[in-house]
């Protein structure tokens, strides 16, 4: 629950260091707040980016299609979303790295 800290440029080269630092068949998670696609909820989440636009140099919260976007641009394979509900997290985005 950091990738909220930082930009998009930021937290890509984060997840390009977990896939060099990954061995074969690892995998990542990214457990967050989720905004939904159009950015304006659920409202947790939804403020807690407006939080962080504030109070940061770049960082928001983001959707989980474009934590999937950049895992598999990265080469993250079978990526997946699993949706919760907890204090901090709404949801978790999982990517593997291939074998």
């Not at 939804?46 to 299609?65: C, D, F, K, P, Q």
């Not at 699993?82 to 593997?96: K, L, M, Q, R």
């Amino acid at each position: 629950m950091i990738m909220h800290d930082w930009s998009e440029q930021e937290d890509r080269a984060i997840l390009r260091k977990c896939y060099e630092a990954l061995t074969p068949g690892g995998a990542v998670v990214i457990s967050e707040l989720l905004v939904n696609d159009e950015k304006d909820g659920p409202a947790p989440a939804a403020l807690m980016s407006l939080n962080m636009l504030i109070e940061t140099v770049g960082g928001r919260n983001y959707t989980a299609a474009e934590y999937r976007a950049w895992l598999e641009e990265i080469g993250f394979r079978e990526v997946r979303v699993v949706w919760f509900e907890s204090a901090g997290a709404n949801g978790a985005v999982i990517g593997y790295k291939p074998r």
